[in-house]
């Protein structure tokens, strides 16, 4: 870029500098040359107005003026009375031309710019061997005259301005040259800066951004590069999220492949004992194993009672597929939350009849939450069932309702052994029991803590379990607003 700016300067200097040296003389004879015109028409003027005699002062002095200013002498003469009228003090000179002219005298290398009936325009060397740019000719009225105009003034210009614009050119190019080397630099900072980025955001570092800012070309191209810049992130973002999803939704499948055998191989054990059973005791009905009325009636009552226990464990199966998969429609809506644990105690008195439980209630103002009503009921039932069917030492059951300004958590207390730190974090999944052989006694099938995780995992709340030297607390939360 250097190159080309300096290049073009040099050569605009240089084509100034030749007009001058070959085409300003010719331009400044053809300047002169109306200013001689021009000299003529007021000679002319003077003369109709009776002013070419000495004594026309004004008319003198106007003449003069002009003649000086434009670097010429004059000289007119009345051949009858031989009256002068002149600018120069010492007319000899000019006279001697104008009688050379009157006699045809002049010089063979006297070169005709223009001829007129009235004057001759030339340009001639004079008796000093100077040449001249001359007119000669008569007025109207009859005065002879000679207006002269030297030459050798227009080339002492003529060089002088070729040396002034030779130094002023120089010094021009060098100042030309900082300038241009330093606009050059802030014009490729900003494009090295763009090359740089567009390297980086090759190498997809999108984090690099165009900071030259300004408002000029270079720098709207900037800005384009930065809004391409996080569109490209944005894009790149969205193709790794869809990524993204697409491996969830193949690890999902796998999930899923594998939650099927684990759940054919869970259903299929947790069903072998109780169609076992019932397949046992309906053999020996039929068999007459035993032939009174008691005896009939134990074997029926075990027979309804493992198909009860298996119609709530399908049940139970499919309420937490449905809540596992979504398939289950959650209508949030805002209830009282105390009168919803209250009627969840009430309708479960007969198991605090049966295991002599001795239940309390902390909270007796209302609390309203957010949340699916029948879901919340449905966790409030599952740690109450568990916590009746736990509870031992001093048979005590306490739910609390504490609320912090955002959240109101539920807690069920129950008095008993705890959990053992191995189980705790399995607690939650499906079909798994930490006391095998007491869950089998009260008929549990490991699901009811895996739907309160799924419906908690729904609303999006916090729940868990604390161990107590005395007890276990089972917990879940629910937004207040």
């Known amino acids: 870029m250097m190159v080309i700016f300096i290049s073009v300067l040099i050569f605009m200097f240089g084509a100034i500098f030749a007009c001058n040296v070959w085409l300003l003389e010719s331009y400044y004879i053809k300047d002169k040359q109306k200013s001689i015109e021009n000299m003529y028409d007021s000679l002319a003027l003077a003369e109709q107005q009776d002013q070419l005699h000495m004594d026309a002062a004004a008319c003198y002095d106007g003449l003069r003026r002009q003649a000086e200013r434009d670097n010429l002498f004059f000289l007119a003469i009345n051949m009858e009375t031989r009256d002068i009228y002149t600018n120069v003090r010492h007319s000899e000179q000019l006279q001697r031309y104008l009688d050379a002219?009157?006699?045809?005298?002049?010089?063979?290398?006297?070169?005709?710019?223009?001829?007129?009936?009235?004057?001759?325009?030339?340009?001639?060397?004079?008796?000093?061997?100077?040449?001249?740019?001359?007119?000669?000719?008569?007025?109207?009225?009859?005065?002879?005259?000679?207006?002269?105009?030297?030459?050798?003034?227009?080339?002492d210009s003529i060089s002088l301005t070729n040396r002034f614009l030779l130094i002023v050119g120089g010094?021009?190019?060098?100042?030309?040259m900082v300038l241009v080397w330093f606009f050059s630099r802030r014009l490729t900072e900003p494009l090295r800066e763009l090359a740089d980025l567009s390297e980086k955001m090759t190498n997809l570092d999108f984090e690099a951004k165009y900071t030259s800012g300004g408002e000029n070309e270079i720098g709207v191209l900037g800005q384009n590069f930065n809004h391409m810049s996080e569109k490209l992130e944005a894009s790149i973002t969205d193709l790794k999220n869809a990524n993204y999803k697409l491996r969830q939704d193949i690890e999902r499948k796998e999930k899923l492949e594998q939650m099927r055998s684990e759940f054919l191989g869970n259903v299929s054990h947790e069903l072998k004992t109780p169609i076992a059973l019932i397949q046992g005791y309906a053999e020996g009905l039929k068999e007459g194993v035993n032939d009174d009325v008691e005896g009939r009636d134990f074997y029926c009552d075990v027979i309804m009672d493992e198909a009860d226990k298996m119609n709530r464990m399908v049940k139970n199966l499919l309420t937490l597929n449905q809540l596992e998969f979504g398939d289950d429609e959650m209508e949030f809506e805002r209830f009282d939350l105390t009168a919803l644990v209250s009627g969840v105690i009430q309708s479960m008195e007969l198991f605090a009849e049966q295991t002599n439980a001795n239940v309390r209630f902390v909270t007796k103002d209302p609390v309203y939450v957010w949340a699916d009503e029948y879901k919340t009921e449905q966790v409030i039932r599952n740690y109450l069932s568990n916590a009746f069917h736990h509870v031992s030492g001093e048979n005590v059951i306490e739910i609390k309702i504490e609320t912090d300004g955002e959240v109101a958590r539920t807690t069920v207390f129950n008095t008993g052994k705890p959990i053992p730190e191995e189980d705790l974090g399995h607690i939650w999944e499906k079909f798994y029991k930490v006391d095998k052989a007491h869950t089998r006694e009260y008929g549990g099938n490991g699901i009811g803590l895996s739907i309160v995780k799924a419906i908690m995992e729904s609303f999006r709340q916090d729940f868990g379990v604390h161990n107590y030297d005395n007890?276990?607390?089972?917990?879940?939360?629910?937004?207040?607003?």
């Open 101 to 155: 002219f009157l006699l045809n005298q002049t010089e063979s290398t006297e070169e005709i710019l223009e001829e007129t009936e009235q004057y001759t325009i030339s340009r001639t060397n004079g008796f000093d061997h100077s040449e001249y740019l001359m007119m000669r000719g008569t007025l109207p009225g009859g005065h002879f005259f000679l207006i002269q105009c030297p030459l050798e003034s227009i080339r």
């Open 171 to 176: 010094i021009v190019v060098t100042i030309c």
């Open 471 to 481: 007890g276990v607390a089972f917990w879940f939360e629910l937004g207040l607003k």
